[in-house]
């Protein structure tokens, strides 16, 4: 029957109720006769206590079962949700302390903010301080253009087929689980490949039909992100030529995230038709960024996003080189007017963003994802292998089913194999 708890302590149900109040960007109102008639201790004590919230329909449900539980004389109704987006405490009938949300939360979030600025990119720092000031901040949102609950791979797992699908990894790479869990709930066999496995020549890429490589620090980004994977590549005569020959094949596809994105945009002189390309460098915060952040999916030939096009969703990202960095100055402009951005960082209202943390990295016209011009091989900095299953969000629409929309971009892969 709860909606929300949160314990009584430092700053006391003051700060307790205003902390509710930020999380759930909601008014609260809240009448203090019944704690005594000191309103100051009754608001500033950090006495053993804690709030909940519950419906307004369950209240008398949650306070019999409070009673027979010992606790009634315990348990006081404080107030209800407002919709002034206000922290209103009442006493006597009269407010004994008022202020707009937002005044509150941004007092409460002043001391971050001006340790973000000694420590982080001032600039972020601010642009992120200034978030709050937004009245009309909707919060995450999505929009889809397609039934994430359908099945399209349907007709083509029930032959029996599974491709196989080499899901790459290098020392310091740690995304080849979820990876590889993607691709298996998409209708692959997803295959464990270690670079020293290609090096050596024990496992040769014309035995598979896609690659994908995974996120992490490869040699610990001591070349640059991803840098190191790319050289051992590019470096290394079998390899180089097992991963030529394999981006030339006209069946093949690929797919790069986080750190398989900084590698294998490093590997675009031997991609046909990825020479607007980028390379990725350090986060215009200065930071590692690990949060939940607004996409849009645009038009691209990208065989990962088809039918996907105009959806506006959440993604996960957890980089700390996430900025795209053209070799020219107007190369954003350029790929985004060629068609090869598949997707792009939103606000929170459904604008392309280079304000951070909407947009975690700076990355120019919020461009975190690209595809070669043929559209079989994609890279991308988020981490769409992490939200493949609803339950994996954080936050997501009460109507989702089991899978969550980002299994389009597997089954896409696996429609186009056929």
Request: hydrophobic fraction near 40%; proline fraction near 4%.
């Amino acid at each position: 029957l709860l909606l929300a708890y949160h314990d009584r302590s430092d700053g006391g149900l003051f700060a307790t109720l205003c902390e509710m109040s930020f999380a759930g960007r909601v008014g609260v109102s809240v009448a203090l006769d019944a704690l005594g008639n000191d309103p100051l201790a009754a608001v500033f004590s950090e006495e053993l206590g804690a709030v909940v919230q519950v419906r307004r329909s369950d209240s008398i449900k949650v306070q019999e079962q409070l009673k027979r539980a010992g606790l009634s004389r315990h348990s006081i109704v404080l107030g209800s949700l407002n919709d002034s987006d206000r922290v209103v405490f009442t006493h006597a009938g009269n407010e004994w302390l008022a202020a707009p949300r937002r005044a509150w939360q941004r007092a409460w979030s002043e001391t971050s903010y001006r340790m973000q600025s000694l420590r982080d990119n001032p600039a972020c720092a601010q642009q992120e301080y200034d978030r709050l000031l937004d009245a009309e901040d909707p919060g995450l949102g999505a929009t889809l253009t397609f039934d994430s609950n359908k099945d399209i791979t349907a007709p083509y797992i029930n032959k029996g087929a599974c491709p196989r699908v080499a899901v790459l990894r290098e020392q310091g790479v740690n995304g080849q689980i979820e990876m590889a869990a993607a691709f298996d709930r998409a209708g692959f066999e997803a295959v464990d490949v270690h670079m020293s496995d290609i090096i050596a020549g024990r496992v040769a890429l014309k035995d598979f039909i896609g690659l994908a490589a995974c996120g992490g620090f490869s040699y610990g980004d001591v070349l640059g992100a991803g840098g190191g994977w790319a050289k051992s590549i590019l470096f290394n005569s079998r390899a180089h030529d097992e991963f030529a020959a394999f981006f030339a094949r006209g069946d093949s596809f690929g797919l790069g995230v986080c750190n398989g994105c900084q590698m294998m945009s490093n590997l675009h002189e031997i991609i046909p038709g990825s020479e607007l390309w980028p390379r990725f460098v350090r986060n215009a915060s200065e930071q590692f960024e690990a949060r939940l952040v607004m996409v849009e999916v645009l038009e691209s030939p990208s065989l990962f996003f088809q039918g996907m096009t105009g959806s506006k969703l959440p993604i996960v990202v957890a980089h700390g080189e996430g900025r795209a960095e053209f070799s020219e100055a107007n190369g954003a402009q350029r790929v985004l007017a060629a068609g090869l951005v598949a997707l792009r960082y939103l606000d929170n209202h459904g604008r392309p963003t280079e304000t951070y943390p909407a947009n975690p990295n700076g990355t120019p016209l919020g461009i975190t994802s690209l595809t070669n011009t043929d559209g079989r091989f994609t890279i991308l900095m988020p981490h769409p292998e992490r939200l493949f299953r609803s339950v994996q969000f954080s936050w997501r629409p009460d109507s989702w089913g089991e899978d969550g929309p980002w299994l389009r971009l597997f089954r896409n892969a696996r429609v186009a194999v056929g």
